[in-house]
């Protein structure tokens, strides 16, 4: 079964500062990987997501991730951080081709002036 | 493109009745839907993914015949919680997948239901 781990429940970064959230997976096969940003009371929007091209992902907002086979990582990043982007953040992952997403525990990204 | 719909967006209702909350993919036709649940300040648990046309395949441990999909047509699902009681209040969210080309391997989520079971 695939599984992703989020560690960090919350992260506090400075505006301006880095930002880097931790995801791991778990795999018998590479998979694709996605993340999500959630919003309060809101569903899901997908920040970026890797299916096997391109290691290096970028997606919206300035975001990016890299995929890590050696590390089995697929860390999210983004270089200057604004106070836009205080929310949740899921890491996901699903079989190639398949239908499930499993989605990690979540980590709140709290931004601080 | 690709935008998902919910409706209700919140629901509250009495202990014993049951609700229903709509799905439906605005500017694509969706093969696939999947039913998500979310308590408070916890991720999301499949719940079901039905094919339109199809029974859906519900995950372990969701009562079925608590938790009725419909996915009629390929623009619209529903999920009617029947019987609600309070365990049951969570956030309800849905999303779509179109099946083949680009986009096939993606799903388009939608805003979610905030249900209330008093």
């Known amino acids: 079964a695939q599984s992703v781990t989020q560690l960090g429940s919350h992260v506090s970064v400075s505006e301006g500062a880095l930002v880097l959230l931790r995801c791991n997976y778990s795999?018998?096969?590479?998979?694709?990987l996605f993340w999500y940003v959630q919003y309060p009371n809101q569903g899901l929007q997908l920040l970026l997501k890797y299916t096997s091209a391109a290691t290096l992902v970028k997606g919206i907002n300035g975001f990016e991730a890299e995929f890590k086979k050696s590390e089995t990582s697929f860390h999210l990043t983004k270089p200057s951080a604004h106070m836009s982007d205080a929310a949740e953040y899921f890491c996901?992952?699903?079989?190639?081709?398949?239908?499930?997403?499993?989605f990690g525990t979540g980590t709140q990204l709290k931004v601080e002036l | 493109g690709a935008v998902v719909s919910q409706h209700p967006s919140r629901v509250i209702c009495k202990s014993g009745t049951s609700v229903k909350i709509e799905c439906r993919s605005l500017d694509f036709q969706a093969t696939t839907m999947f039913w998500y649940r979310q308590f408070p300040k916890q991720s999301l648990m499949l719940m079901a993914t039905s094919n339109e046309g199809s029974k859906a395949t519900y995950e372990q441990g969701v009562e079925k015949d608590k938790f009725l999909i419909n996915h009629a047509s390929l623009t619209l699902s529903t999920l009617t919680v029947t019987s609600a009681h309070p365990e049951d209040s969570s956030f309800y969210i849905c999303s779509a997948r179109e099946g083949s080309g680009g986009r096939g391997n993606e799903q388009f989520f939608g805003p979610g239901t905030r249900l209330t079971v008093l």
């Open positions: 795999s018998s096969v590479p998979p694709y």
């Open positions: 996901a992952v699903s079989e190639r081709g398949g239908n499930k997403l499993t």
